[in-house]
């Protein structure tokens, strides 16, 4: 199975270099959601879609029951206090205080990037508030992810969110893994419903019988999950639309080969998953896929993370480092590794688009993903290009504050009432008129 990985491995001097690198680039941006073309599932998530909006809690049991195999009444769509405080209680430990460290750690974090602080609020222009409801997509197909409760919730609890809701399809002996559920316990989140997918999305942005409606949807999913959130948009707030997740490593020989081959495979377990290797020596890609080829033998999932590899991934040897460097803003990762010795930060410095940013030898997505503060809910599919990492600044809204008194709105009157008449706009211009009539 390992041989099937040398047409990964794509050098420069190779004529179609180029042609492989848009290809896969163009993969990756595609990979997020379904295409408007592929008008097939369209319609069948629109109908989807529609069903819940008009009938609420029957079509959400109904759907559950067809994608997930798990028959539940409306009432039983709620997961009942008892049993969050039991999953928390039977959760190891050890695994509980790690638990603990990394919300700490994640909330200390976006206590100090979060810009509505007192001092902020002070100014006279500007009044943040936070976002009332939000609702928390958390994935429980190929492995649960109580991280993600984390990444998300503790960056909107930080903003101040007061209702936080958490779904995730019943896949766990037609429940939700018990870890995620002790992470919500740890967390004060009650509110926590065992559905997923399309008919989850559509729940949480219109509203049931049993589930009131919030005002954004964040967290990641698959295509359904994230075609419909874009759908949603607009009825909802949402926080990106997140693809498969994807790395992409910048290495030179000062690289170790095991190591770059294990942070690839720690991002394509996800089957679907994309690694990305962009190095100046032949002798590093050549030695990294000699380790691919060896350690993919090692994980449980080795035939679909294979799969991966084959299409979702490529080990590029480029003439030299700026090109890479050109490239990479082109791909805008998600993750972006950066393991070149001594010369890691100076290239981390003329990186413009990524998601996050890993630098040196020991900065391994995993830090990331669990422990280091920023939220592993990061923008996929090259939009890094335009969007950010999920943070504590996406839970709040900025109204604007206009106070003007009879003798401002005075001295600016005779500028506005010329801007408004321009526009042809007679009534915007009476309206600052007729206060100086008086």
Known sequence: MSDKLDQILILYKQPNFSEKLIELRNKLSEAAIFNLGNKKEIRKLEKIIVEIQDEGDKAVAKYTEEFDDVELAPEQFRVNKQDLERSHHETNKNLLRSIRQAIENV???????????????????????????????????????????????????????????????????????????????????????????????????????????VDKIVGPGNQWVQTAK?????????DSIAGPSEVLIIANDKANPAWVAADMLSQVEHAPGSAVVFTDSQHLAEKVLVELKKQVNQISRAKETTECLRNLS?????????????????????????????????????????????????????????????????????????SSALTSNDFIKSISIIEYDRKKLAESAEDIIRLAEAEGLDAHARSVKIRQED
């Open 107 to 213: 909330r200390k974090y976006q206590e100090k990037i979060f810009i509505a602080s007192k001092k902020a609020n002070q100014h006279p222009g500007i009044k943040y508030t936070p976002i009332k409801r939000v609702g928390i997509c958390v994935p429980g197909a190929s492995a649960p992810l109580p991280s993600t409760v984390v990444m998300c919730a503790v960056p909107a609890q930080v903003a101040g969110v007061k209702e936080i809701v958490v779904v995730s399809p019943p896949r766990y002996k037609g429940s939700i893994h018990p870890v995620t559920l002790a992470v919500c316990f740890e967390l004060g989140i009650d509110e926590v419903y065992r559905i997923g997918g399309v008919q989850a999305v559509a729940a949480l942005a219109f509203g049931t019988q049993i589930i009131t409606s």
């Open 230 to 238: 874009q759908l949603m948009f607009g009825t909802v707030g949402i």
């Open 314 to 386: 490529g080990i590029f040897v480029f003439k030299n480092m700026l090109d890479i460097i050109a490239s990479a803003n082109d791909f805008a990762s998600e993750h972006l590794e950066i393991q070149c010795g001594d010369e890691s930060r100076e290239i981390a410095q003329k990186i413009e688009n990524a998601g996050a940013i890993f630098i040196g030898d020991c900065s391994p997505v995993a830090v990331g993903d669990y422990w280091a503060g920023p939220s592993h809910t990061l923008p996929t599919a090259r939009t890094a290009m335009f």
